[in-house]
């Protein structure tokens, strides 16, 4: 039987690798994830984890440790927000390249400056070309439940690539919400031994990790993390028949709300996607035909599968909460249209920039933004797909 | 058994090979391959190397010098990758994932040159000092960022000549002073730290190198290794150029137990400051006429600092006899 529990975001987080029970986690504090290093090391001090818990001096470090103990041979965990990740950029880049199936929660947070401590996705927007496998999570359920998934997805023999796994902070992190665990002996099994096919730690065979790449080595070097990034689509659905097998809680690429017969959509990630599923429901309460596309596999990016869905739309906006600050459309807009192009797919779409520095995001302005889109259908014009919402009149 | 340098040379095999790229004249390679072979011969070791001019030398794909386990990852973090390393030994030893045969043992090496060691890498460092991780870190010290060409670095001598901070008319060379990094790792309360260098028969090195090693907890040695591109010496006055640092005391050898200094070599004549400049291309501009005041102000600092060290040589000592 699965336990029923009321925990926040950061806790399930937390809990999730205590289940996991990795040899190795390597954290610095920053708001609003520091509660996972603080709960964990409360398992570590009371003797719940095996795991040797290094308190390193920077975000810098943590990833650094991590890379160390992953090429060693141990299975290596840590957590971070929005400067933290910025601070260990260097180094995803590295974890990626050495093929480290290292795992991350990243608690969204916006990037400085100006400094601020709340939620958007600038700090995840961020790393989005690192190389990372990429799971957003709408609420502290799938925070865990994308944990729990993780190991199985990056460790696979055909992706070896390291993943992060992405919630809201304050807004999930940090609010208490019903959840179903699943029992440790289950995760245990669940998540299985690891075992690294070459590792630093091996006396029979021992391994040079972070050479120097020269100009005859790095493209196929890259090529081959592409591949693997490729790989992981295939891998990732296997892993959720997987969980679905032991949970009944079922996970794809992305969930489709009501979008099926929908003719106008939001595309969302996170926290987000819950309010808009009560906006969803009042307008189809109402006879529109609203639904939503909330995407949890970020990278690799399910070109395909994505474009299909939104298909038969006759609008679609694109809702990020980060903004590429290049007057062109934001990251996530950016790769849903591409995706619409490269398939062949032609629904007028626009792109809304909201949420930055934590502004609420409300029902109402949501609802707003479908009224935009049946204003797009009714016209069939898109006057000018670079919008915002939230933001305050002329922007002062 | 007492140290004999051919013994230690016929009876060990190298485990930092030939084919590397380093430099004629460099005084990189035999630090390294001296401590290397200071592993005990059934003992493992995994290195990690930060960015420089070594690990740009013995590790290009698809070859490597190391004949033990080696990972590079950046140029900031040897400290940090290595204390990963040996936070996933104690874990998967402790779980019982990862057995030594024999009473083996694996030890944690980590290289840095004083770019990344003084300078971007110092707060790697710390961290990996301060939390007690068992590794050893080695400073090799070539006195500017060389690998880049010959930038100043805090580890530069004073008045030395650098690509960014050039003997110019008007400023002549670099005009601070070294950072003395060494006692900022005695600082860190460390079981074992010392300063070494490779001279005559490399038993200072080597000695120190297995006390490091062989220390449990985090230990530090910082080694001076002359560059003949950066300095400006001829590749074969390598060791000349090392003794000489040793003799004018411009690199003092010494360790410090547990707090307590202990000088490993005093010199029986102390050589002027010149004899160490003089061969090396970087401090010519020092030589010229109305130049004198550098020389004077370079041996000034030398001395205080060699006479800071004697007194905390006495110091540590009467406090230890008096406990």
Request: with cysteine.
């Amino acid at each position: 039987m699965s336990i029923r529990e009321r925990l926040s975001g950061n806790e399930a987080s937390a809990i999730a690798m205590k289940q996991i029970n990795p040899d190795v986690v390597a954290a610095f504090p920053i708001t609003p994830s520091t509660e996972i290093p603080q709960y964990f090391s409360t398992f570590v001090s009371n003797g719940q984890v095996d795991t040797e818990f290094v308190a390193v001096e920077s975000e810098h470090s943590a990833m650094s440790a991590c890379i160390g103990a992953e090429a060693a041979g141990a299975r290596a965990m840590t957590a971070t927000s929005a400067n933290g990740l910025s601070f260990m950029w260097e180094m995803l880049y590295i974890a990626s390249s050495s093929r480290l199936p290292i795992v991350l929660t990243l608690v969204n947070r916006a990037v400085s400056g100006p400094l601020n401590i709340h939620n958007d996705h600038s700090d995840a927007m961020g790393v989005r070309d690192a190389g990372w496998i990429m799971l957003f999570s709408e609420n502290n359920q799938e925070a865990y439940d994308n944990l729990i998934m993780a190991h199985q997805i990056a460790e696979h023999k055909d992706v070896m690539l390291p993943l992060m796994v992405c919630q809201d902070g304050f807004i999930t992190s940090h609010s208490i919400e019903n959840i179903e665990l699943i029992e440790d002996e289950k995760v245990k099994e669940f998540v299985g031994k690891y075992k690294p096919e070459h590792y630093l730690l091996n006396h029979d065979e021992p391994i040079a990790v972070g050479p120097m790449d020269v100009q005859a080595y790095l493209f196929e070097h890259k090529y081959q993390q592409a591949e693997a990034m490729k790989n992981a689509k295939k891998v990732i659905l296997e892993v959720a028949d997987k969980f679905e097998k032991l949970t009944g809680r079922k996970y794809g690429f992305f969930e489709e709300y009501k979008l099926d017969d929908a003719e106008i959509a939001i595309v969302c990630m996170n926290s987000t996607a819950g309010t808009t599923k009560a906006v969803v429901d009042d307008l189809r309460a109402k006879g529109v035909k609203a639904g939503l596309l909330k995407l949890r596999v970020y990278r690799p990016f399910p070109v395909e599968e994505v474009a299909k869905a939104l298909s038969h739309l006759k609008a679609v906006a694109i809702l990020d909460k980060a903004d590429s600050l290049n007057g062109a459309g934001a990251p996530l807009f950016t790769d849903v249209t591409s995706a619409m192009y490269t398939q062949n797919v032609h629904v007028p779409a626009v792109n809304y920039i909201y949420g930055i520095g934590g502004r609420d995001t409300t029902t109402k302005e949501l609802a707003g933004v479908f009224e935009d889109l049946q204003e797009i259908v009714k016209t069939g014009k898109v006057d000018n797909p670079y919008r915002y919402f939230g933001l305050r009149k002329g922007g002062k | 058994m007492a140290y004999n340098l051919k013994e230690v040379v016929a009876n060990k095999p190298s485990r930092f090979t030939a084919g590397h790229r380093m430099c004629a004249g460099c005084g990189a390679p035999p630090v390294a391959r001296m401590i290397m072979r200071a592993l005990h011969e059934n003992d493992h070791a995994v290195v990690a190397n930060a960015t420089g001019c070594m690990e740009v030398s013995t590790c290009i794909y698809p070859y490597t010098s190391w004949t033990d386990s080696y990972i590079h990852t950046a140029f900031e973090c040897a400290g940090a990758t290595c204390s990963g390393v040996e936070a996933a030994y104690k874990s998967l030893v402790k779980q019982g994932k990862l057995k030594e045969e024999d009473g083996s043992k694996t030890k944690f090496i980590a290289f840095g040159g004083d770019g990344g060691t003084y300078d971007i890498g110092i707060q790697s460092l710390s961290g990996a000092m301060e939390r007690g991780h068992d590794m050893t870190y080695v400073c090799y010290d070539n006195g500017a960022y060389m690998n880049t060409g010959i930038q100043r670095s805090s580890a530069t001598p004073r008045f030395a000549d650098t690509t960014t901070s050039p003997a110019g008319s008007v400023i002549p060379g670099k005009m601070q002073s070294r950072k003395d990094l060494t006692q900022i790792m005695v600082a860190h309360h460390l079981p074992y730290v010392a300063q070494s260098i490779a001279m005559t028969n490399f038993k200072d090195l080597y000695e120190k190198a297995e006390k490091a090693i062989y220390t449990e907890g985090p230990t530090f040695l910082n080694v001076l290794a002359p560059c003949p591109r950066g300095w400006g010496y001829a590749t074969e006055d390598l060791m000349k150029i090392n003794k000489l640092a040793a003799d004018t005391c411009y690199w003092p050898l010494f360790e410090v137990v547990d707090g307590v200094y202990h000088i490993t070599y005093k010199p029986a004549k102390k050589l002027p400051i010149e004899e160490f400049l003089r061969p090396q291309k970087r401090f010519k501009h020092m030589f010229k006429p109305g130049n004198e005041w550098m020389i004077k102000a370079f041996q000034e600092e030398v001395d205080k600092r060699w006479q800071e060290l004697l007194d905390l040589e006495e110091m540590t000592n009467k406090n230890k006899g008096g406990e």
